[in-house]
Structures are given as C-alpha cells and as structure tokens.
Nanobody, 121 residues
Framework: QVQLVESGGGLVQPGGSLRLSCAAS????????MGWYRQAPGKQREYLAT???????NYADAVKGRFTISRDNAKNTVYLQMDSLKPEDTAVYYC???????????????WGQGTQVTVSS
C-alpha cells in the first residue's frame, strides 16, 4: 500500500506565501515524476507543476514565476513553494506521484488527499 500525505495548506493574505509538502510512504520501489495539481470549486482539476527524478521541472503558465516545485528523493517528498499568492489561487491542492511499487511492475499514479489553500484578505 502507498500513502501520500500532504501538509502546509491554510489561509493566507494576497501577496503572501505558503509551502506545501507531500510525503509518500509504504511499499515503494522507485518514484518517477512528482507533481502538483489544484481544483477550485466548480472547476476541473488543473495541472500546476511537475519535477522529474533528475530535478527538471515544468510549470503551468498560471503559476510560472510564482511557484517553485522541489523534491527530496531520499524522503520521497515533494514541495511546492507558493509566493505572490492571489485570490484566484484558492483551491484544494493535490500532489501526484508516478511510482513503481515493485521492480517487476509498471508505474502508476498516486494522489494525495488534498489540502485547502485559501487566499483572502
């Protein structure tokens, strides 16, 4: 079994910062890409950023230059540093791991439970 636990969400004023974390635990052979998504009320889940095992990152235009994704491979943890937050960043944020549970199995996607981020004055 694999479990992804997110933390770091909360209420922040416009222009403020938050740092999200997501740690994976359980039966894991290897982790490929890690990523972050979000879903606002009434909207579809939106891609934000991904980072490869080697540290290469990619961002959606909506967050490029404001959000930074990073990872700690030894801890199977991914982070999302969010700066210059705007009210439209309000959403539930989800982490995503593409990982293999065994050496002989293919990769699968796993999701965190979600953490609420609210940007409001």
């Amino acid at each position: 079994q694999v479990q992804l636990v997110e933390s770091g969400g909360g209420l922040v004023q416009p222009g403020g910062s938050l740092r999200l974390s997501c740690a994976a635990s359980g039966s894991i052979f290897s982790v490929n890409a890690m990523g972050w998504y979000r879903q606002a009320p009434g909207k579809q889940r939106e891609y934000l950023a991904t980072i490869t095992t080697g540290g290469s990152s990619n961002y959606a235009d909506a967050v490029k230059g404001r959000f930074t994704i990073s990872r700690d491979n030894a801890k199977n943890t991914v982070y999302l540093q969010m700066d210059s937050l705007k009210p439209e960043d309000t959403a539930v944020y989800y982490c995503n791991f593409n990982l293999r549970r065994r050496s002989y199995t293919g990769p699968s996607d796993y999701w965190g439970q979600g953490t609420q981020v609210t940007v409001s004055s």
